[in-house]
C-alpha cells in the first residue's frame, strides 16, 4: 500500500512549494493531557525550526481535547493539525497510521517526530511504511547539518558504543524516533495561541482487519520513572525478592521510583517495564541510586541525563563507579539496614 509520495520530481513540490514545517506527532495520556515527550519534542522542535527558519507544528489524532491542544499551543505548536474520526477514538495503530499518513500527504512536512514510546514506536514505523520514507528510531540528539539543511538524526549504535549520525537526504518527511527524557522542554506560555486546523477525514477508511474487544488499563503504581525525581536502579547484585521489597519501602519513603537493569529483569526481580538503558527507558532524574548494578554501557545510556549517580556495588572495579559521583563498595545487605534507619 505505497502512497506516491516519495518519487524524486514529487517529494519536495507541495502544491506549488516545498515540504514545510517541523512537525511533532502529539500524544497524550489516559486523562488527555499532553505527555512529557510531546513537550520535550516540542522543545526540540522550536530549535529545529529556529535554524531552519520554519514553523513549529503538531498533529494530534483522534483527540480533540480543549486541553491537549491549549497545551501543544503553549508548548510551542504554531499550528496543530487536528485528525479526528470515530474510529480514531481508541489507539489501533493500523487507523492512527492511515489517518496521520492521510495528513501528511496532505500537508508534506518536512520533518515529523515522534516520541519513541510504547505507541510511538509501532505507529512511526508504520506511516513511515505507509509513506515509504526513512525513519531513524530511538534518537537521542537532533540537529540541523548548516549546509544540506538535512535534519541529523543521531542515535547510539553497535551496543552504545559510537553515536551514529544519519541524515534522509531523498524523502520526505524526514522522520525520528526520539527517545524520552532526552530532550529539554520550555517553559509553557499559556498566552501562545496556535492556528487549529481541522482535517476532512469523512472518507477516512479504518482497517476492517483490526477490532478493538476490550481495553485495560494497567496502573503501575506510585510515579512513572520520567517524572521521578529519585529513581532506585535495582541490579542482578541485589538477588533476592525481598531484599527489592525492602528497597521498595525505603523507595516509598523517600518518594522515589524503582527501576531496574536488564539482567534484574531476567532474574525476575523488577518488572520489565521498568527495566532503565538501551532497550529500556531512558530517565533523567535529579537523583539515580544504582544498586548491585555493574554499569554496562547498556544500562549507563539510559541514565546519562541523571544530575547525580549514587552507586552501591561491593566491586570497586564495577564500571559504575566510573559514572558514579559517589559510591559505596558495600554488599546490599550491608547498606540497606544503614540507609533504611536514616529519618527522611
Ligand atoms: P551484572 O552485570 O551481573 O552486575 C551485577 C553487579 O552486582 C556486579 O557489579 C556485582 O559486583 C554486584 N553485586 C554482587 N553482589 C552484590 C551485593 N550483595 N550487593 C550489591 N551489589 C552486588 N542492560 C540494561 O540494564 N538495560 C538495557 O536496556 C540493556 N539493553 C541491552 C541491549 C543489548 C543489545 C545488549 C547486548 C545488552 C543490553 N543490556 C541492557 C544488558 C547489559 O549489557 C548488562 O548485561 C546488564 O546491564 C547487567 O545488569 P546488572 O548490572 O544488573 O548485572
Redesign the pocket.
Known amino acids: 500500500e505505497a502512497l506516491a509520495l516519495n518519487e524524486p520530481e514529487t517529494q519536495t513540490q507541495i502544491s506549488g512549494g516545498t515540504s514545510k514545517g517541523i512537525w511533532v506527532l502529539a500524544e497524550t495520556e489516559a486523562d488527555g493531557t499532553l505527555s512529557a515527550v510531546t513537550k520535550e519534542l516540542l522543545g526540540k522542535a522550536a530549535v529545529l525550526a529556529e535554524k531552519l527558519h520554519q514553523d513549529v507544528e503538531a498533529l494530534l489524532i483522534g483527540s480533540e481535547s480543549d486541553a491537549a491542544v491549549s497545551s501543544l499551543a503553549a508548548y510551542g505548536a504554531q499550528r496543530i493539525h487536528l485528525a479526528g474520526h470515530s474510529s480514531l477514538a481508541s489507539f489501533i495503530e493500523e487507523n492512527y497510521a492511515r489517518a496521520a499518513v492521510q495528513v501528511i500527504r496532505e500537508c508534506r512536512p518536512d520533518i515529523l517526530l515522534v516520541g519513541a514510546t510504547p505507541r510511538g514506536r509501532g505507529l512511526s514505523a508504520r506511516i513511515a511504511a505507509l509513506l515509504q520514507t526513512g525513519l531513524t528510531a530511538d534518537c537521542t540528539e537532533l540537529d540541523i547539518d548548516a549546509e544540506t539543511g538535512l535534519l541529523q538524526q543521531i542515535r547510539p549504535a553497535f551496543?552504545?558504543n559510537l553515536m551514529a549520525t544519519i541524515a534522509t537526504p531523498a524523502h520526505r518527511p524526514q522522520m525520528a524516533s526520539v527517545r524520552p527524557g532526552v530532550m529539554k522542554a520550555r517553559e509553557a506560555d499559556p498566552a501562545l495561541k496556535g492556528e487549529c486546523i481541522r482535517h476532512d477525514l469523512s472518507d477516512f477508511k479504518c482497517d476492517g482487519h483490526i477490532r478493538l474487544l476490550d481495553e485495560v488499563l494497567e496502573t503501575a503504581g506510585g510515579d512513572s520513572l520520567g517524572n521521578s525525581r529519585i529513581v532506585i536502579?535495582?541490579?542482578?547484585?541485589?538477588?533476592k525478592k525481598e531484599t527489592v521489597e525492602r528497597i521498595c519501602q525505603w523507595a516509598k519513603r523517600l518518594g522515589a521510583a524503582v527501576a531496574?537493569?536488564?539482567?534484574?529483569?531476567e532474574?525476575g526481580l523488577i518488572d520489565a517495564h521498568l527495566?532503565?538503558?538501551?532497550?529500556?527507558?531512558t530517565i533523567a532524574p535529579d537523583l539515580y541510586i544504582?544498586?548491585?548494578?555493574?554499569?554496562?554501557?547498556?544500562?549507563t545510556?539510559?541514565i546519562a541525563g541523571a544530575k547525580r549517580i549514587i552507586a552501591?556495588?561491593?566491586?570497586k572495579t564495577?564500571?559504575?563507579f566510573n559514572v558514579a559521583d559517589y559510591g559505596w563498595a558495600?554488599?546490599?545487605?550491608?547498606?540497606l539496614p544503614q540507609l533504611m534507619a536514616v529519618q527522611v
Open positions: 551496543g552504545g536502579g535495582v541490579g542482578r547484585g541485589v538477588k531496574g537493569s536488564r539482567a534484574a529483569v532474574a527495566q532503565v538503558g538501551q532497550t529500556g527507558q544504582a544498586i548491585g548494578i555493574s554499569g554496562q554501557i547498556q544500562h545510556a539510559g552501591i556495588n561491593p566491586d564495577a564500571p559504575i558495600v554488599p546490599v545487605e550491608e547498606a
